[in-house]
C-alpha cells in the first residue's frame, strides 16, 4: 500500500503547486470499461457536503490523513477500477501516485450541504466539465434530488441537464445519482419504494440533449425484490451506489449480490460501508464487494 505522508503532501501544496497539474499529466489512464465491464469504484466525495457522519460517528471522516490512507488500501485491491471524489481528495490522490490505471471520477455537485436550508439548490461548485476534460480524467458525477414541494429542486434540474450537455460534448460519461425526497420536519429523507426510485430515474434519464454519455447511479429499493422492475425503466447503463447500511453489512451485499444480476446493471459504487466497515476491515470489505462482481 502506498504510504501517505502528510507533511510531504502539505510541502508540495505550498512550494510546488503545479505539482498537482504535473501528476495528472503523466498518470497512466485507461479505460472506463474493461473486458469484464463491470466496474467497482470506490466513492469519497461525502465530506465536501459537510457529510462527515458514519453511522454514529459524527466526524468520521473529518481525519483527511485517516481518510487517504483507507482510500489508498481499497485502490490497491486486485477488481477495484477507481475513485470517485472532489478535487482536494483526487489532488492529494495524484500526488501520491494513488491513480495509475484507474479510474477517477470527479464529483461536480456539493452545494446542497447537508442539512442546510438551501440543501436541494444542489449548485454545482466542484469539478466542471472543463476541469475534468483538462486534468484527463475519465468521468464525472452529479447529484440529483428532487422534492416536488421544494422550488431549489427546479435549479438542479435545469443545472444538471446543462452539465449533462457540457460532458457530452466532451465525450466524457456522468454518472446521475436521482432521488426524490421530501422533508420531515426539517430533515430531508429520501424515498426508497419502488415507485419513487422507477419517477427519479425516469426524470433523470430524459436530462439533456442527449444521452449518449450518462450512466445512472441508483439506491436499492427499499424491498430488493422491487429492483427487476424499478430497473426496467430505462435502457441506460447503471451502477448501484452503497448508502447508509448500518450495522447490517451482510444483509448489504445480499442487496448488490441479487440487483448487480439486472441487465443495465454494470457495477458498484459504494463508500463509507467500504471505506469504514463495521469490523474495521477495509481490505475485506472491499474484496467482498468485488467478489459480487
Known sequence: MIPVDVSELVRLRAHHPEAIAEAAARRVRRPLLRSTGRLMIIAADHPARGALAVGDRRLAMANRLDLLKRLCLALSRPGVDGVLATADILDDLLLLGALEDRVVMGSMNRGGLAGAAFELDDRFTGHRPEDLARRGFDAGKLLLRIDYEDPGSLDTLYSAARAIDAMAEHRLPVFVEP???????????????????????????????????????????????????????????????????????????????????????????????????????????????VGLL
Not at 219 to 227: G, K, S
Not at 243 to 250: H, N, P, S, T
Open 179 to 289: 432521488f426524490i425526497c421530501h422533508r420531515d420536519e426539517g430533515r430531508l429523507r429520501t424515498d426508497l419504494s419502488a415507485e419513487a426510485v422507477t419517477r427519479s430515474i425516469a426524470i433523470a434519464s430524459g436530462l439533456a440533449g442527449t444521452s449518449a454519455y450518462t450512466w445512472l447511479k441508483v439506491p436499492v429499493t427499499q424491498n430488493p425484490d422491487d429492483m427487476a422492475r424499478v430497473m426496467e425503466t430505462s435502457t441506460l447503463p447503471a451502477v448501484l451506489l452503497g448508502g447508509e447500511i448500518g450495522g447490517d453489512q451482510e444483509g448489504a451485499y445480499e442487496k448488490w449480490r441479487n440487483a448487480l444480476q439486472l441487465p443495465t446493471v454494470q457495477g458498484l459504487v459504494v463508500g463509507r460501508s467500504l471505506l469504514y466497515p463495521v469490523d474495521g476491515d477495509v481490505a475485506g470489505a472491499v474484496d467482498t464487494a
